[in-house]
């Protein structure tokens, strides 16, 4: 059995990352944005997806893995960008520990900035036989500090056509792609035909992705977060994404785990919020 070893690298495009190896799977996390690229374990195929037309370039974000939304998700009018700050943003790398059990966690922090006074952010990576992500935010403040968060998680598939999102039968949900109008989930299973981007609500629940391709689910459970955002661009969006291939939207699905739009967190003067996400996979 491998022996967790963490390694300081320089990666693409010189942007420096955290390497994780543990006896069940790998891992890597670029500083920029603290952006979970890679988890693998040992036998599978990757289960996080990364473009291979992804920019690697200093404050652009990485297209694909776990980009950090916070703390805004989309671009609410007033706001410089899209999906928040901090995922274009260098984070510090704080320490890494062993735990008992041969889990390997990484803490990173994001550096103290003038647009986000007495917010401390944190984000806590634990690589084992399951990948785990915390998004802590501490609100220093002597006001209530209320803003969205979301791990906009890329998932690895086979075949998006042999692929359906399960666990949210019943729920409601924003269709971005019919002008954000209210709609309730009927099917048990969801699946990809067209471009599909929907925000579910009240969603603290487990969700599954089944693929019938790699003959793979993988199970997102989640902690503090009430909202599910569901992507895929298809086709015409795909070409469109200079930083995304033609035809990547066949091996991924996004299915991102957060509190967004009307779910946004109000977070009150000493408060912290924590947002978990464990993302497991069986054959
Ligand atoms: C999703 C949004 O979360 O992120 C989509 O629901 C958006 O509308 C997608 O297209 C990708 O956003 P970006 O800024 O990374 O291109």
Known sequence: MTTPQVKQQTGIGGL????????????EVYLQGATVTHFQKHGEPPLL??????????????RGGIPVIFPWFGKPEGKPAQHGSVRTRQWDFVESKTQAD??????????????????VVEYVVTVG?????????????????TFENCLHTYFTVGDISQTNVSGLK????????????????REDAIRFTCETDRVYFNTPHTTEIHDAALRRTIRVEKENSV???????WIEKAK????????????????????????????APGGTSS????????L
């Not at 019943?170 to 989930?185: I, P």
């Not at 909202?227 to 661009?233: A, G």
């Not at 200079?242 to 779910?263: F, H, I, L, P, Q």
């Open 49 to 62: 997806f990364l473009s291979a037309k992804s920019r690697f370039e200093k404050d652009a974000p990485i």
């Open 102 to 119: 041969g889990n390997v966690t990484a803490r990173f922090r994001l550096p103290a900035s003038a647009d986000l006074p007495s917010i």
């Open 227 to 233: 909202s599910t955002v569901v992507w895929n661009p």
């Open 129 to 145: 036989q399951s990948l785990c992500a915390e998004l802590i935010v501490t609100n220093n403040s002597k006001s209530e500090f």
């Open 16 to 27: 420096p990352l955290v390497r994780i190896e543990t006896p069940w799977s790998m891992a």
């Open 275 to 282: 947002l978990k996400v464990k993302m497991s996979s069986v």
């Open 240 to 267: 469109r994404m200079a930083d995304y291939g033609d035809e990547e939207y066949k091996t991924m699905v996004c299915v991102e785990s957060g509190n967004v739009r009307s779910e946004a967190i109000r977070l």
């Open 170 to 185: 019943g729920v409601e949900y924003l269709d971005a792609m019919d002008n954000f109008t209210r709609k309730t989930e």
